[in-house]
């Protein structure tokens, strides 16, 4: 059985992940949809990651610790299926269910028709890897405290001062600061 990071590097019909395949390498995520610890990934499809108002995918990549806290939100550490769901629901005789994701905070599940995590329809449920489930969403989640406008902001700029040898003994003998 394939894993999560398989998944969303080669699936392509009806629904591929390649945009989101290439955010979660980008922040370094990519090894916990490697790993075999079990999680449960609430996946954004291309179609709906390109649809987005205001922000694009180089907008995203700006903030990489923004993003990398916007991914985690959909991701939740341990493997949940759609029965596991229906099960808690019908437990708790409600039609909504709260999943801690990694970031800390909670996700809010209706389990009405059509289902529906964090506001986004879900379209599809129990894609099986070998480290956990997939839901395919019909757009992305946000976390309470993000916003999509703060990744339109200005990005950290790193800037580094290149040096021949002899300049770069020059400056290292007059010290930091000079």
């Known amino acids: 059985m394939e894993r999560i990071i398989d998944i969303l590097e080669e699936r392509s019909y009806p629904y591929t992940f390649h945009d989101l395949d290439a ?43 923004k993003l990398k806290y ?4 959909h991701i939740v550490p341990e493997r949940i299926s759609l029965a596991d769901l229906r099960r808690e629901a019908e437990q708790s005789h409600s039609t909504t269910i709260q999943l801690q994701t990694r970031t800390g905070r909670l996700l809010t599940i ?48 790193h800037y580094a001062t290149i040096y021949n040898p002899d300049e770069l003994m020059r400056h290292e003998a007059q010290g930091p600061g000079a």
């Not at 989640?141 to 990005?155: V, Y």
């Open 70 to 73: 916007l991914l985690d939100y």
């Open 23 to 65: 955010l979660v390498r980008a922040v370094g995520l990519e090894y916990l949809l490697q790993e075999d610890t079990q999680i449960t990934l609430f996946a954004p499809h291309d179609q709906a990651l390109n649809e987005l108002k205001d922000v694009n995918e180089f907008d995203l990549l700006k903030h990489l610790s």
């Open 110 to 157: 209706d389990m009405r028709n059509p289902m529906r995590v964090g506001g986004v329809p879900v379209l599809e449920a129990d894609l099986f890897a070998s480290n956990g489930i997939i839901y395919t969403l019909d757009g992305l989640l946000m976390p309470p405290d993000l916003d999509l406008k703060e990744f339109l902001q200005p990005g950290v700029e």
